[in-house]
C-alpha cells in the first residue's frame, strides 16, 4: 500500500468527500488536495512506522492536533476522517484488511483521533483555532488572493503551461 501514496491519497478525499460534500467547500476551500493527499498518506506512513515508539508518535500526534485546531478542524471531523481511512485501507488491500486488521486499525485511529483531539482542546490549540477564526473574518489580502488561486494549479504546472502557450498563440 505505501508505494503510491500519491493515488491513496487521491481515493482518501475522494472517499472523505464523498461521504462530507461540505469539506470541499469550506475547511479544503484553499487546499491542494493532490498536495494534500500525499502529506496525508505520508503522515499516515510515519505514524505507521512510529507505532512502537510512543515517545516519538504522541509528540507528532500533539503537534498534529494543535495545527489542525489552527486549520479549522472540528471535533466531528476526526469520525468522517476515520471512516474515509478504513474505506480506502479496505478497498487497497483487499482480503487482508480482514476483522482483525479493521479491528486493529479502528483502535490505532481511535487513539490518534483522542490524541490530536486533546491537543486541540489545549491552551496552544485553543489559540491556534482562535487565531483560524479570526483569519476566517479577516478580508483576504490581494496577495492571499493571488496565492489562493495560483494553489489551484500549481499542482499540475505542464497542463498549466501548455494551456498559457496554446492561449498565447491562438
Known amino acids: ?4 501514496l500519491p493515488s491513496m491519497g487521491a481515493d482518501f478525499y475522494q472517499e472523505l468527500f ?7 467547500k469550506t475547511l479544503f476551500k484553499h487546499v491542494d488536495v493532490k498536495a494534500q493527499g500525499l502529506r496525508t498518506m505520508q503522515t499516515v506512513d510515519t505514524a ?15 503537534a ?4 489542525h485546531a489552527g486549520y479549522g478542524t472540528e471535533a ?8 474515509a481511512l478504513l474505506t480506502v485501507l479496505k478497498r487497497r488491500v483487499g482480503a487482508g ?9 479502528k483502535a490505532t485511529y481511535e487513539t490518534i483521533q483522542a490524541t490530536m483531539l ?12 482562535a487565531a483560524f477564526k479570526k483569519r476566517q473574518a479577516a478580508p483576504e489580502s490581494p496577495a492571499d488572493t493571488v496565492r489562493r488561486t495560483w494553489a489551484t494549479v500549481s499542482g499540475d504546472l505542464p497542463s498549466m503551461g501548455a ?3 496554446q492561449e498565447l498563440f491562438s
Do not use: M, T
Not at 464523498?18 to 470541499?24: E, H, Y
Not at 498534529?64 to 495545527?67: A, N, P
Not at 466531528?76 to 471512516?83: L, T
Open 1 to 4: 500500500v505505501s508505494g503510491d
Open 76 to 83: 466531528a471531523h476526526y469520525p468522517v476522517v476515520g471512516q
Open 118 to 129: 486533546g491537543a486541540a482542546d489545549s491552551p496552544r490549540g485553543r489559540e491556534l483555532a
Open 48 to 62: 505507521v512506522r512510529l507505532l512502537d515508539k510512543p515517545s516519538e508518535l504522541v509528540p507528532a500526534l500533539v
Open 18 to 24: 464523498s461521504l462530507a460534500p461540505d469539506l470541499p
Open 97 to 105: 484488511f480482514d476483522a482483525p486488521a479493521e479491528k486493529a486499525w
Open 163 to 165: 494551456d498559457f502557450y
Open 64 to 67: 498534529l492536533g494543535e495545527r
